[in-house]
Each structure stands twice: as C-alpha cells, then as structure tokens.
C-alpha cells in the first residue's frame, strides 16, 4: 500500500519558490512527526527538515532559512516551501513519518512513497 503521497513538484529557475505537499492515504499525519527528504541523482536520500507534532521544526544547515516546513491539520497536509532554490536542491523528494527513539534519536519505516521531483535549473 501507498501510505505517503507527495506531490506539487516541478521544474523552476534558480532562485525560484516551489511548496510540495505530503498527505497519507487512510490514516491522519495530524498527531505525527513528519520528515522531508530527497534524494539527488547519484546520491544517498538524506533528510531536509522535520516539523513535530506541536509545530517545531528543524532543518539541515544547507536549506535552513530557505525553506520552511508547515502544516495545516484541517487538511491533514504538510508542506515544504521551497525559496531561493538553487540546482543543487533537484532532487526527489518524500516525506515519511518519525519516530522517537531514546535521546535525541529518529527513525522512519518503510515503506517509503514515490516522490515528487523538483528540478532547478541555472
């Protein structure tokens, strides 16, 4: 089963915006940490940003104050808005659940959903 869908990619110019979104079939993301990742071609998937269940966010330091994850629990949808995209973001991107480990640990289940791409051009 699909659990992860994500959608609203495209191709942009360098320097452009794009907001993708991420919504789970069958089940509700409303109580849940959600992760954004991508993966670039010849590259591993590594992790963007996450927002918690109570809305605090993080972000890796080569998209911090670029791009911000929300979202909107009356559509049970969450977002990524993408700004100042540069061509080194082109990528898949997939969203996935978090889970809470002991400490300050995090970690995902399979299985994962398609992607959706994001291309930026120079």
């Known amino acids: 089963q699909e659990q992860f869908v994500e959608s609203g990619g495209g191709s942009v110019q360098a320097g452009g915006s794009l907001t993708i979104s991420c919504a789970r079939a069958g089940s509700s993301l409303v109580d849940k940490a959600v992760g954004w990742y991508r993966r670039a071609p010849g590259k591993e998937r590594e992790l963007v940003g996450r927002?918690?269940?109570?809305?605090?966010?993080f972000y890796v330091q080569s998209v911090k104050d670029r791009f911000t994850i929300s979202r909107d629990n009356g559509k049970d949808t969450i977002y990524l808005q993408m700004n100042r995209l540069r061509p080194e973001d082109t990528a898949v991107y997939y969203c996935?659940?978090?889970?809470?480990?002991?400490?300050?640990?995090?970690?995902?289940?399979?299985?994962w959903g398609r992607g959706t791409q994001v291309t930026v051009s120079s």
């Open positions: 927002i918690g269940s109570g809305g605090d966010t």
């Open positions: 996935n659940i978090l889970y809470k480990g002991a400490g300050s640990t995090w970690y995902v289940r399979d299985p």
